[in-house]
């Protein structure tokens, strides 16, 4: 559940960003909220809605507090976003599994 949570939370940005790069880059947004240091909170909503041809649409919503990810004219990108203990093979998965999406928007196998 952990690894299917950071997938939808977009966590495979990850594998677009330049670590120590100062500033907004390109298709990685979710990824830098979710690792932003300074947001202390998260709150995450989840609801589902059946259309009229019978599919089932899911709708998930993640808040943090306080926001981070935008730019502030310092050097605050380097500052919240840290390497850690990231492992380039996790890049190789998701696209193994047909998982990296394009534009921002992904997709899903079924388990």
């Not at 830098?32 to 599919?55: C, F, H, P, R, Y």
């Not at 990810?69 to 850690?84: A, C, L, P, Q, V």
Request: proline share 2%; with cysteine; net charge positive.
């Amino acid at each position: 559940m952990k690894q299917e949570l950071l997938h939808l939370l977009r966590f495979d940005e990850v594998c677009q960003y330049t670590f120590g790069k100062q500033g907004p880059q390109s298709g990685t947004s979710h990824f830098v909220q979710l690792a932003w240091k300074e947001s202390t909170e998260l709150g995450i909503g989840k609801a589902l809605n059946k259309q009229s041809d019978g599919a089932t649409c899911t709708y998930i919503v993640a808040r943090y507090k306080p926001q981070g990810d935008f730019e502030r004219g310092d050097d605050s990108y380097r500052k919240n976003i840290e390497k850690g203990s990231f492992v380039d093979s996790y890049c190789q998965n998701i696209k193994k599994a047909g998982l990296d999406g394009g534009y921002g928007f992904k997709r899903f196998k079924d388990s």
